[in-house]
């Protein structure tokens, strides 16, 4: 395969082409750049324009992840550059990705994602835009910001807030990590197939006769994967989030944010899910805690479109704050594990700091015109 970092490929069909997406940089596990974001920004765009272009398959190389998310060491790199901002690389990097999550997520055409391996952050913000997501036995699935002192973006505050029950809000807390079944009943996968069929799945889609209406061709995508998926049940793995949920209710039913935090920390319990999400939020960033609920609270009732406005304005504010740059530190670049937060716990921030998060940091919102 060649060594750009994203392949594209049409692929003829009976009638019509499939595009075909690789994200292929699989020593990262497939981790988004900004020159990524930016060739799959203008290659959806050129295929949405292409009557020929049916639909389109995207992706990750090698066997262990579809994208294990953005480049945080970039981020980092250019937060430490510019401590308080405007940090140049991170903002734009946001405003590109959003932007681009948008699209997915609006695309009229079918995209066709198969969720193999590790999907997150970045990863997951590129299946959960996509009208046909496809998880499989290896499917692992987190937004685990928390620990980083960033929040879930790239459409979390959407696809979270659309999850049953108190799910979204406690993932994002903990950022536990889910597999296929989990994804499946939070909404963020549409089908359960095997790996094993996935170039017979190809061979079918690339056997149609492809419309040129899009929605004729989304019911033609849905009668590619309904036969895979029904071979596939057996095959499926038992789900943690729906056993669970009576807890998740129960943990995240509190007076406010600091009594949820409580809960979920203070929990006594040798189920190993449950006590590897209390772990993660103990020790995850309590600031990074207040404004992932402030966030999911202030978006559960925003449209789309403002959901990626609201995304952008607190990820430029988070990452030009030392919290950001701390928490990817010690786990990402010195691998300590040792983050010196600057707040013990949710109570002794102050409001006023919490506040700071929510103000617009330019005159415009660069993601107005969407």
């Not at 094993?196 to 799945?201: A, S, V």
């Not at 040798?270 to 960033?285: E, K, T, V």
Request: proline share 6%; with cysteine.
């Amino acid at each position: 395969m060649s060594d750009a970092p994203i392949v594209f490929e049409e692929l003829p069909a009976n009638a019509g082409r499939i595009g075909r997406v690789t994200l292929n940089v699989p020593g990262t596990l497939n981790s988004l750049t900004l020159e990524m974001v930016d060739l799959l920004q203008a290659q959806l765009d050129e295929w949405r324009d292409d009557e020929h272009v049916a639909a389109v398959f995207i992706e990750g190389s090698g066997d262990k992840a579809f994208c294990a998310g953005g480049d945080v060491q970039a981020l980092h790199r250019s937060a430490v550059a510019t401590p308080g901002g405007p940090c140049e690389y991170a903002e734009d990097f946001f405003t590109r990705e959003y932007r681009m999550n948008h699209t997915l997520h609006t695309y009229p055409k079918p995209l066709v994602c198969w969720g193999h391996g590790i999907v997150m952050g970045g990863g997951l913000g590129v299946m959960a835009g996509c009208g046909h997501r496809v998880v499989t036995e290896t499917t692992r699935i987190a937004m685990p910001e928390v620990t980083i002192a960033l929040f879930p973006d790239v459409g979390g505050s959407w696809f979270l807030n659309h999850m049953p029950g108190s799910t979204g809000l406690f993932l994002a807390l903990t950022g536990a990590s889910i597999n296929a079944a989990d994804a499946l009943f939070t909404g963020l996968a549409d089908r359960f197939i095997a790996s094993e069929h996935k170039p017979d799945l190809i061979e079918r889609l690339l056997k149609q006769d492809w419309s040129h209406d899009p929605r004729d061709n989304h019911k033609t995508v849905r009668h590619c994967l309904r036969p895979f998926a029904e071979r596939s049940l057996g095959s499926q793995p038992a789900g943690q989030v729906e056993p669970h949920m009576a807890t998740i209710n129960r943990l995240c039913d509190g007076d406010d944010v600091h009594q949820v935090i409580d809960n979920i920390i203070a929990q006594q319990t040798d189920d190993p899910w449950l006590a590897r999400a209390r772990d993660s939020l103990a020790h995850g960033s309590k600031l990074a805690a207040l404004w992932i609920h402030r966030q999911l609270w202030e978006t559960r009732h925003a449209s789309l479109r403002e959901v990626f406005q609201a995304e952008a304005q607190l990820a430029t504010n988070v990452v030009r704050h030392p919290e950001f740059a701390e928490g990817v530190r010690a786990l990402l670049i010195d691998k300590d594990r040792k983050p010196a937060w600057q707040y013990a716990t949710s109570r002794d921030v102050p409001e006023e700091v919490l506040e700071g998060f929510f103000r617009a940091p330019w005159p415009a919102n660069p993601l107005a015109d969407l």
